[in-house]
């Protein structure tokens, strides 16, 4: 099993930036994606970024195009959430996931998470 080690979260300021580092250890990832998913306060989970380690396609959820970007260490087995001109409704617990690739190399099921760090974006 890959556990999942999140950092980087904290309170910020409305246009502050951020950035979330997830190291997974216990096995080597290849045939995988990782990335981003976050619950904020009262409303349902949401996708926000993933980056797929064979084709290095990077996905993103609408709310995070052009303002976060996805990059990856393959040495270090990690991932890297940059995110930029945060908002209020930004505000949430960023769970790091590892999903599996489905046979046309895209995400498909989530295999393991980590335990979540908490933004909190102040107006």
């Known amino acids: 099993q890959v556990r999942l080690v999140e950092s980087g979260g904290g309170l910020v300021q409305a246009g502050d930036s951020l950035r979330l580092s997830c190291e997974a250890s216990?096995?080597?990832?290849?045939?995988?994606?990782m990335g981003w998913l976050r619950e904020p306060p009262g409303r349902e989970r949401e996708f926000v970024a993933m980056?797929?380690?064979?084709?290095?396609?990077?996905y993103y959820g609408d709310f995070a195009k052009g303002r976060f970007t996805i990059s990856r260490d393959y040495a270090r087995n990690a991932v890297f959430l940059q995110m930029t001109s945060l908002k209020p409704e930004d505000s949430a617990a960023y769970f790091c996931?590892?999903?599996?690739?489905?046979?046309?190399?895209?995400?498909?099921?989530?295999?393991?998470w980590g335990n979540g760090t908490l933004i909190t974006v102040s107006s």
């Open positions: 980056y797929t380690w064979k084709t290095e396609i990077k």
């Open positions: 216990g096995r080597t990832l290849s045939n995988h994606a």
């Open positions: 996931i590892v999903m599996s690739l489905d046979d046309s190399g895209k995400p498909h099921e989530i295999e393991d």
